[in-house]
Structures are given as C-alpha cells and as structure tokens.
C-alpha cells in the first residue's frame, strides 16, 4: 500500500467523518477509478501512432490499454465507422493509488502551465487534462521514441454526492482545485 493510498484510508476518512457527520463509515465519498485517455488527430491519421499511445500507458501504469474504436462516420473529421481514434486504460485499487501519486507528487509539480481542476457542481467526477506525457519518470528513457505524444486526459470517478465530498476528495488528493458554481470556503470548513 503506497503513502497516498494508506493516508487516504486513515486521515481522510477521520476528516470525512467528522466534516461531513456520516452515519457510518460506508457513508464515505471515494474514488472507485482512473481513466487515462489518449486520442489525437495524428491516430486517425496514421493508426500506428496509437501504438505508441498503448506501450506509453503500458509503461505508465502498467496495465494493458483498450484501443478506443469511432462508433460512427464523421465527415467533417475525415473520420469513418470502427476507424483507431486512441486509447483507453481504466484504474483501480493499488495501479489507481500508483498512478495517482505519481500525478500528483512528480509530474504536476513539473508542469508549470497546470491550471486548477474545476470541479462542478452537477458533476461528483473529476477531470483534468495532462499537456505531456514526456514528464513520467517511466518514459524518460526513451524520450526520442515517445516524443510525438501529446497529453492525455484523465477522469477520476468518485462516489461523492455532493460538491463538497468531491471537493474534500480533491483536496486530500493534494490536487490543485477551483470550485464551479459558487460553492463557498465557509459550506466546506463549517461556518466560524
């Protein structure tokens, strides 16, 4: 069990419980999965670029992607009917807790231009788009390989039911948020 996943367990749980007043511990907002996307105007192209897409995310997490295929024909997009327009690999318990800390703790603090995750107020999921693939430690040995690789995009799916939960979530994560639709310091830490 990594550092993020066993004080996600522990702390965030205490801080749940007593911010939220749950009935029980079942009651607890999670996250239950990751998805790492990746999809480009260069795979609909050349369908080989997506084999570069899957061995990255292999790397990465460690888990064999799924080739995402279109599902209809779109002419504006020179786009037809099961043509390879990416990949997809989904997360869970231990690879989730892996990929996430190695998010949050070695290639967000690389990235300069990553702005604040934007968390709705309709939504209990969050997403957020990663501009380069290039900065995990997985991939710096073959920096020249992979460097046609643009950013990926990756959902974190939570069981939260309110806007709160997810906010709490995000922030025992350590990622950078900003609220959507007016939620207020004083609705997440209790009035003072």
Same mark, same amino acid.
């Given at each position: ?13 205490? +801080?749940? #419980? ?5 009935? !029980?511990?079942? +009651?607890?907002?999670?996250?239950? $999965? ?45 786009? $037809? ?6 990949? /997809?690999?989904?997360?869970?318990? +231990? ?25 709705? $107020? ?22 020249? /390989?992979?460097? !046609? ?11 939260? $039911? ?8 995000? !922030?025992?994560?350590?990622?950078? #948020? ?8 004083? +609705?997440?830490?209790?009035? !003072?």
């Amino acid at each position: 069990m990594n550092i993020l996943h066993s004080s996600f367990k522990t702390l965030f749980a205490r +801080d749940m #419980v007593i911010k939220m007043n749950y009935g !029980s511990c079942l +009651d607890l907002a999670k996250v239950k $999965k990751a998805t790492l996307q990746y999809t480009s105007k260069y795979v609909v192209e050349e369908p080989k670029q997506s084999f570069l897409a899957c061995v990255a995310f292999q790397l990465i997490t460690q888990q064999t992607p799924r080739i995402i295929h279109a599902k209809q024909s779109v002419a504006a997009f020179k786009l $037809k009917e099961h043509q390879v327009v990416g990949c /997809i690999v989904t997360l869970r318990r +231990d690879n989730m807790y892996e990929f996430l800390q190695n998010v949050i703790y070695t290639h967000l603090p690389q990235n300069t231009y990553f702005t604040p995750i934007q968390v709705s $107020k309709t939504q209990p999921n969050v997403h957020f788009g990663l501009s380069q693939v290039l900065f995990f430690s997985e991939l710096e040995k073959h920096v020249n /390989i992979f460097e !046609s690789l643009d950013g990926c995009a990756v959902q974190l799916y939570t069981t939260a $039911k309110t806007p709160i939960e997810t906010l709490l979530i995000c !922030s025992a994560l350590k990622l950078p #948020v900003e609220s959507m639709g007016g939620i207020k310091k004083q +609705d997440l830490y209790g009035t !003072s």
